[in-house]
């Protein structure tokens, strides 16, 4: 016994160290569970002798039982013992099926997947949020939606003169793919560096490690792994001055996850520099060269980007406090937007004047049409930076234009107008030149 009582003390020494708020709690149990405290209702946090356990309680001012070597039967006769008009139990697998069996009504919170056939034979229990299985989660964690910025590499193929070429789209579709696979690696890094910020965080708690549905254990060889494929099919099969491009956004990412994201101003000009790194690196992929005026346009463009998703967390922070992680505090909300808004619009003045050069003049059969592409940048920048004043939109502006619709309308108008100019006659062009 005073074995025991050494242990437990033991474990809220060590729970004093840990920082409780940034567990991947479920905020719809908590509220639930608070509810029933409110009521009147004995609410009593059972589990293992560990710090995690007198950290969660302490922090959460619940009442904190220890389970004894994890015996499940002794637990089940003390609550029957305790309660004897009956009690509920919330679970988070069907490990304790003896005590939820024995419950009045059993709760199985964020269980796996594959436990949900244990359903049939514990009638009295509901099954709430389940968690993602390993394959989704993995899934998940890639973000492969974020690999369609890679689709940056693709543009020299798609600027250069003529029509085209398939063998060139095929080598800057392999050069995505393994700016993908390391961009992976990169966001995995960044997961398990932010762990504790991520799990304090509206929307990025949800995150696969943050959340618990993929464990942190899983972080480290899915990283190596990664990075392992990218540069394996790097080596193999494109320049190898694409694999030193590849191995510098590697560095510039790894940089930015472990240090110049918490640096002011530096964060959103690494932010832009990867951007225009990925065009720079599809030109030398497949060969074609990438002029400076797409350079400078693209480094303006994702500043603008860059800034509109600082603004965003910058909006969502409660209090006058430095954001975690980030070198900016809520009272630069105004300066954030005015150097944002104008990056946005340099870069559609860069626009402008690439229109009247004479690389345009040469590549489009008519060049004039591309002034019309000018109104359309400007609505799309002014609706970012308007939506996001609203807080209507998501923490990445990128991410928010590929689900957007009017975002992806306007993209469909953009090729719509570059096609016209590149390859079909216009008697209407007259009318927009100078």
Same mark, same amino acid.
Request: charged residues 15%; proline residues 5%.
């Given at each position: !016994?005073?074995? &025991? ?18 567990? %991947? ?14 009521? &009147? ?9 560990? *710090? ?13 039982? +220890? ?16 309660? *004897? ?47 993602? &299985? ?57 997961? $398990?560096?932010?762990?504790? =910020? ?21 972080? %480290? ?5 990664? $990075? ?21 956004? $590697? ?12 640096? $002011? ?33 693209? !480094? ?15 909006? =969502? ?42 690389? +345009? ?5 008519? *060049? ?6 000018? *109104? ?14 609203? &807080?209507? !939109?998501?923490?990445? %502006?990128?991410?928010?234009? !590929? ?23 216009? %008697? ?7």
């Amino acid at each position: !016994m005073a074995g &025991g009582k050494a242990r437990q003390l033991n474990s809220a020494r060590q729970a004093a160290s840990l920082a409780p708020a940034t567990f %991947p709690y479920r905020q719809d149990l908590l509220e639930a569970l608070k509810a029933c405290g409110q009521r &009147g209702r004995r609410v009593v946090l059972v589990g293992a002798d560990t *710090p995690e356990l007198h950290a969660a309680g302490e922090h959460l001012g619940l009442e904190i039982q +220890v389970l004894e070597g994890g015996d499940h039967s002794r637990l089940r006769d003390r609550l029957l013992l305790a309660a *004897p008009a009956g009690f509920d139990y919330v679970a988070g697998s069907k490990s304790d099926v003896g005590v939820l069996g024995a419950a009045v009504e059993g709760y199985v919170v964020g269980a796996p997947a594959s436990q949900r056939s244990a359903r049939s034979a514990l009638v009295n229990v509901h099954w709430l949020t389940p968690r993602l &299985g390993l394959l989704p989660a993995l899934v998940k964690e890639l973000r492969p939606h974020q690999w369609s910025k890679n689709a940056l590499l693709a543009v020299p193929v798609l600027l250069a003169p003529g029509v085209p070429r398939l063998d060139k789209l095929g080598i800057a579709a392999l050069a995505a793919l393994t700016f993908s696979l390391c961009a992976s690696a990169g966001y995995v890094l960044n997961d $398990l560096l932010d762990l504790e =910020a991520d799990r304090v965080h509206r929307s990025k708690r949800h995150r696969p490690f943050a959340s618990g549905d993929l464990p942190v254990i899983a972080g %480290p060889p899915l990283f190596w792994g990664l $990075l392992f494929a990218s540069f394996a099919l790097s080596l193999s099969f494109l320049a190898p001055q694409f694999t030193v491009l590849l191995a510098l956004y $590697l560095v510039g990412t790894l940089t930015y996850s472990l240090y110049l994201k918490k640096q $002011l101003l530096v964060d959103v000009l690494v932010l832009a520099a990867l951007y225009t790194h990925r065009i720079l690196a599809g030109g030398v992929a497949t060969g074609i060269e990438v002029t400076t005026w797409l350079l400078g346009f693209s !480094m303006f463009l994702f500043t603008s980007l860059a800034f509109a998703k600082r603004y965003v967390e910058l909006q =969502a922070t409660k209090s006058e406090d430095q954001v975690k992680n980030r070198g900016y505090f809520k009272t630069d909300l105004q300066m954030v937007t005015a150097m944002g808004t104008a990056s946005g619009y340099i870069a559609a003045l860069v626009f402008v004047l690439y229109v009247d050069t004479a690389v +345009v003049r040469a590549r489009y059969r008519e *060049p004039s049409l591309l002034w019309l592409m000018l *109104p359309v940048l400007l609505y799309w920048l002014g609706r970012i930076w308007l939506l996001a004043g609203r &807080g209507q !939109m998501q923490d990445d %502006p990128v991410k928010f234009a !590929m689900k957007d619709r009017t975002s992806l309308w306007c993209g469909v108008l953009v090729v719509a107008i570059v096609t016209a100019a590149r390859f079909a006659p216009n %008697p209407l062009a007259s009318l927009v030149s100078w």
